[in-house]
């Protein structure tokens, strides 16, 4: 009997401690710089306070920042050239874009992916995708652009 038990309970065992520790990977490898919006002041980085926030901007090797800092971090924004393929983006993150709508000469778009547990209502459904979209540059923000555009 406990022998049925060990087999039984064991894959439940390793599913649930697979699943609640899994990493939200995101894919941010790509991006000309990433700004996160942090609860902390990093010591020896460029933060600028915003409010009681900081925003701090990087140039590289953003996923170990993100992943080293995760639980400082608010949200981020993604800044990539116009050369950016945003629907290729989308697909990878398996994103449903709901609507779009045009600021100060800038395509927004809202939407939502699983990959980003984060999310805001807006209009009654999840967001945790913007997205601003000009002629030379893409912003994404997760689960908003906080920073501006």
């Known amino acids: 009997m406990k022998t049925l038990v060990a087999v039984l309970f064991l894959p439940l065992l ?16 790509n991006a000309k710089a990433v700004s996160f919006v942090t609860t902390k002041k990093f010591e ?17 090797d953003f996923s170990n920042f993100y992943t080293t800092n995760k ?12 050369n950016f393929n945003l629907d290729i983006y989308l697909k990878q993150l398996n994103a449903i874009v709901y609507k779009s709508c045009d600021v100060d000469s800038k395509e927004i778009y809202y939407g939502y992916t699983n990959i980003f547990n984060d ?3 807006v209009d009654g459904k999840k967001i945790n ?17 906080l920073t501006g555009f």
């Open 44 to 60: 020896g980085l460029d933060c600028i306070k915003n409010g009681n926030d900081y925003i701090v901007t990087i140039y590289s």
């Open 129 to 145: 995708l913007q997205i601003a979209k000009d002629e030379n540059a893409v912003i994404i923000g997760f689960p908003l652009i």
């Open 14 to 29: 390793c599913f649930a401690v697979y699943y609640f520790s899994a990493e939200e990977i995101l894919p941010i490898e």
């Open 71 to 82: 639980d400082f971090i608010k949200g981020f924004n993604l800044y990539f050239d116009e």
């Open 119 to 121: 999310f805001r209502f």
